[in-house]
Every structure is written in structure tokens, then in C-alpha cells.
């Protein structure tokens, strides 16, 4: 690089700050800078302020070659663009976790059948499986963020659907229809976007056991349900045998096995 040309210093970014340092440019650290924020990304506010700062640089070093600053104008669309989204956003995400609230009231069916004493909700059910996603051992090739946000999401249709069981005599290929749509109508009150179609996309793989993290997280559900059906037998005294019977070698993986054969060992202990 010539001795006139300096390189861009990033000192601090975040959602709700940036500070840099910007020294002057020479043509080919200009195009540098360029790259380096296709590379980064950043609110469109924080975006316009850096190239901001960067014309104000260039034009007092480099006289009238580089490009004018932006005009007062440019510049405060941008922030009301930002600001303008910002309610929308805020609105639709309160909007889907409102629609989530039923996820912690609405109990679990199974237990409510067996006449277990103030069982666990919904809610309740995925976040211990969210924490058995997170505590296992690594496994080559498995994504573990992806099998937490899985199991945070498996069942995040029944908001809406409910707790559907097979005692409730509803064919396989309804619920899941059900349950489709109930997906599709969160998605769109979270807004569609990136986050609204991860969603949908975590939780068809699971539904369609369609690769090793569904499968982990599937196992996952099961050992869930009947860790959980053995503190209700010792806590309340009922006999929730037809649970681990419902599991009995259905289990996909080898930490599925492990976990279940774990709790059936500490049963017969009792």
C-alpha cells in the first residue's frame, strides 16, 4: 500500500453501537473498506453513519476525488426507514410470543388422563428437552444449536392445536395437518423473514425425522416423557407403566438408548 493509505479500524460494534476509526484513503483502501462492510453486517442506520463518516474522511484528504457526502435528506430517510420498522418488528414479535403464553398453561394431556396431580405444561415438556439437547455429549456431524432450537419449537403448534394424543382417535395424517397450519399462522404473525421461516424449517425436519438432529430430538421427547413419568410415580405413587411401554425400543440413537436405559435402571431400583 502507498504511504498515503490506511487501513479501517473497527474498535467497537453491537446492535446498539458502532465506533471506528477512519483514517484517510487512497483509492485502492477505499475499495478495502467496501469489502469489509459486504462482509459485516449492520442495521441500516449504523450503515449510513459509517459511510458517512468515511466520504467526510476521503473528501478532506483526497480533495474532490472522492464521492460527496450523503445529503441531510438521504440520511434522515434512512433513520425513519429504520424507525418505521422497528414498531412492526416489536409488534409482531409480541403478537407470537402472546400466541406462545398458551404453551405454559396448556397441561399435557397424557398426564391429565392418568389423573397426575398439577401436571407439567407444554412449555414446560420443551425446555427440559432443550436442556438435554444442550448438556449431551458432542457427536460428530450433529449441529447442537440446531437440536436446541429444535426442541424449543417441536411442539409449538399445539399454541394453537393443543396437546393432540393418540387417545384422542384423530388420524396421524389430520393432526399433522392441523398442526401445519397452525405453523403456518405463527409464521405469518411473526412477520415471515428469516426467523418466522426457521422456524417452519426446524420443525418440518422434525416432523419429518429427516435428519440426525430430528432424530436426536426425537429421542429426546421420549426420554423426556418417561424421566418424567418416573418422578410422577415416585412423587405421587401412580403406576405409569404403559409410558415406558409406549418407548420400548423405539429409540433412534445411541443417546437416546443410553439416557432411556438409564431411567429404566434407576425404576427397578425403587
Given at each position: 500500500?502507498?504511504?498515503?493509505?490506511?487501513?479501517?479500524?473497527?474498535?467497537?460494534?453491537?446492535?446498539s453501537?458502532?465506533?471506528?476509526?477512519?483514517?484517510?484513503?487512497?483509492?485502492?483502501?477505499?475499495?478495502?473498506?467496501?469489502?469489509?462492510?459486504?462482509?459485516?453486517?449492520?442495521?441500516?442506520?449504523?450503515?449510513?453513519?459509517?459511510?458517512?463518516?468515511?466520504?467526510?474522511?476521503?473528501?478532506?484528504?483526497?480533495?474532490?476525488?472522492?464521492?460527496?457526502?450523503?445529503?441531510?435528506?438521504?440520511?434522515?430517510?434512512?433513520?425513519?426507514?429504520?424507525?418505521?420498522?422497528a414498531?412492526?418488528?416489536?409488534?409482531?414479535?409480541?403478537?407470537?410470543?402472546?400466541?406462545?403464553?398458551?404453551?405454559?398453561?396448556?397441561?399435557?394431556?397424557?398426564?391429565?388422563?392418568?389423573?397426575?396431580?398439577?401436571?407439567?405444561?407444554?412449555?414446560?415438556?420443551?425446555?427440559?428437552?432443550?436442556?438435554?439437547?444442550?448438556?449431551?455429549?458432542?457427536?460428530?456431524?450433529?449441529?447442537?444449536?440446531?437440536?436446541?432450537?429444535?426442541?424449543?419449537?417441536?411442539?409449538?403448534?399445539?399454541?394453537?392445536?393443543?396437546?393432540?394424543?393418540?387417545?384422542?382417535?384423530?388420524?396421524?395424517?389430520?393432526?399433522?395437518r392441523?398442526?401445519?397450519?397452525?405453523?403456518?399462522?405463527?409464521?405469518?404473525?411473526?412477520?415471515?423473514?428469516?426467523?418466522?421461516?426457521?422456524?417452519?424449517?426446524?420443525?418440518?425436519?422434525?416432523?419429518?425425522?429427516?435428519?440426525?438432529?430430528?432424530?436426536?430430538?426425537?429421542?429426546?421427547?421420549k426420554?423426556?416423557?418417561?424421566?418424567?413419568?418416573?418422578?410422577?410415580?415416585?412423587?405421587?405413587?401412580?403406576?405409569?407403566?404403559?409410558?415406558?411401554?409406549?418407548?420400548?425400543?423405539?429409540?433412534?440413537?445411541?443417546?437416546?438408548?443410553?439416557?432411556?436405559?438409564e431411567?429404566a435402571?434407576?425404576?427397578?431400583?425403587?
Open positions: 500500500m502507498g504511504s498515503g493509505s490506511r487501513l479501517v479500524f473497527p474498535c467497537r460494534a453491537s446492535a453501537s458502532l465506533a471506528f476509526l477512519v483514517p484517510s484513503f487512497t483509492s485502492s483502501a477505499r475499495l478495502s473498506f467496501r469489502s469489509f462492510l459486504t462482509r459485516t453486517t449492520l442495521s441500516p442506520t449504523a450503515f449510513t453513519l459509517l459511510r458517512m463518516a468515511s466520504s467526510s474522511s476521503s473528501s478532506v484528504t483526497d480533495g474532490g476525488d472522492a464521492n460527496p457526502p450523503p445529503s441531510a435528506s438521504s440520511s434522515n430517510d434512512a433513520v425513519s426507514s429504520t424507525a418505521a420498522a414498531p412492526r418488528s416489536a409488534s409482531s414479535a409480541i403478537d407470537f410470543l402472546t400466541l406462545c403464553h398458551s404453551l405454559k398453561t396448556t397441561k399435557r394431556a397424557g398426564w391429565v388422563r392418568r389423573d397426575v396431580q398439577n401436571p407439567e405444561s407444554i412449555a414446560d415438556h420443551m425446555y427440559r428437552m432443550g436442556l438435554m439437547a444442550l448438556i449431551a455429549s458432542d457427536i460428530p456431524g450433529i449441529d447442537r444449536d440446531k437440536c436446541v432450537k429444535m426442541a424449543i419449537v417441536h411442539d409449538i403448534a399445539e399454541a394453537i392445536v393443543g396437546d393432540i394424543t393418540p387417545s384422542d382417535g384423530i388420524p396421524k395424517d389430520e393432526k399433522s392441523r398442526e401445519r397450519e397452525a405453523l403456518d399462522h405463527m409464521c405469518k404473525l411473526l412477520g415471515g423473514g428469516s426467523r418466522a421461516k426457521e422456524v417452519a424449517e426446524l420443525w418440518m425436519e422434525y416432523e419429518g425425522n429427516s435428519s440426525s438432529e430430528a432424530k436426536i430430538v426425537k429421542d429426546f421427547d426420554v423426556e416423557m418417561i424421566l418424567q413419568a418416573l418422578e410422577y410415580e415416585n412423587e405421587q405413587g401412580v403406576d405409569l407403566d404403559e409410558f415406558f411401554q409406549s418407548t420400548a425400543g423405539k429409540f433412534q440413537t445411541d443417546v437416546g438408548k443410553a439416557w432411556a436405559s431411567i435402571s434407576r425404576r427397578k431400583k425403587r
